[in-house]
């Protein structure tokens, strides 16, 4: 029995789990990283990258970072080119999966000092999949620490994010930001919206989300939670359905595009409602409406579908900034996991 598994450090689920003062500690470390990149914090050390989805830059930015600090990173691609795996406690497994999250997280702890999921949500019942219980079963299950690399919720991409904006704007606290949706032309995984919201107004924002109706709303665990981040910060959340609104005197804009919850697992109604809406894409005369405003978005982002060419190859696009960020904060966080304080 390995040493890792003596005592289970914190898990990296969510950034709603972390203070803001532990959150940018990891910042402050992964700015140092990137302006020296090589270093010893993972030496002997291993990280056990499970995808259930396809990846770029995660799996890119977590399998060079791991080299970077010295560590080794597996990938392991669960039904590809690893056993696939039942989630599930007390599932009878008579389908295709052949051994049980309980035994896989057990062997990858005594094989590795870190585990990451990516996980995406199975897009047919959200009182279900809003539980996150994949992730959650790996870490009821694993002894090491637990990253996300997405689920419900992608912590690792707004991290970058924050960092990319500090890079740019210093101190955000009250700096006005506007989460959009934007359009495409299928229902798309609201992990990154939600994670969104919780990491600018845990960093004191003034947020205001814009959605096209009601229904775009974002789960309520996540709509309460950034209502009470915002709070903290004597801010608010402010959601509106008025594209003028949303986007005067807006210092950043963040776009992404997700699924309506009341029609989740039914796309072909949820079409319905989404086909009115193709003039959310940001584009010039949108961001002409903001006060010199920031654009960003996580990528992979469809051209002319969710942003203009004229935004993405604008100045103030800032996607590609957060995009290499995703290297330098998932060094910080596996460093910060590694050595907790």
């Not at 010893?40 to 970072?65: I, P, W």
């Not at 299950?141 to 970058?160: G, K, R, S, W, Y």
């Not at 604008?314 to 998932?330: F, P």
Request: glycine residues 4%.
């Amino acid at each position: 029995m390995t040493s890792q598994i003596e005592k289970k450090s914190r898990d990296f689920i969510t950034t709603q789990d972390w203070s803001q003062a532990d959150l940018q500690s990891m910042l402050d470390t992964a700015a140092k990283l990137k302006e020296s990149p090589y270093g010893e914090d993972l030496k002997g050390k291993s990280v056990a990258l499970l995808f259930l989805n396809s990846s770029m830059r995660t799996r890119t930015s977590f399998q060079v970072g791991a080299h970077q600090l010295g560590g080794f990173a597996v990938v392991l691609q669960p039904g590809s080119d690893a056993w696939p795996i039942e989630f599930e406690t007390g599932k009878i497994m008579d389908g295709d999966s052949e051994e049980h999250i309980s035994e896989v997280a057990k062997v990858l702890s005594r094989y590795c000092d870190m585990i990451a999921i990516r996980a995406f949500p199975k897009f047919k019942d959200w009182n279900k999949d809003r539980t996150d219980y994949v992730i959650r079963s790996v870490a009821k299950h694993a002894d090491v620490p637990v990253i996300n690399m997405e689920t419900i919720t992608h912590p690792c991409q707004e991290m970058a994010h924050v960092m990319a904006l500090q890079e740019k704007m210093g101190d955000l606290a009250g700096r006005k930001y506007v989460l959009t949706w934007t359009w495409h032309p299928k229902p798309l995984n609201t992990a990154v919206a939600n994670s969104s919201l919780l990491i600018a107004t845990k960093f004191g924002m003034d947020v205001t989300l814009l959605i096209p109706e009601e229904a775009y709303l974002l789960d309520p665990q996540y709509m309460d939670a950034a209502a009470e981040n915002a709070a903290a910060h004597n801010q608010k959340l402010t959601v509106t359905t008025d594209i003028d609104e949303a986007y005067s005197d807006a210092e950043v804009v963040y776009c992404k595009s997700w699924g309506a919850l009341p029609y989740y697992g039914d796309p072909t109604a949820e079409w319905e409602l989404r086909q009115n809406y193709r003039h959310f894409m940001v584009d010039g005369p949108k961001m002409a409406k903001t006060k010199n405003a920031l654009f960003s978005h996580c990528l992979p982002l469809r051209r002319n579908i969710k942003a203009s060419d004229e935004v993405m190859d604008a100045d103030y696009c800032i996607a590609i900034d957060e995009a290499e960020n995703r290297l330098h904060v998932q060094k910080a966080i596996m460093s910060h996991l590694i050595h907790p304080e």
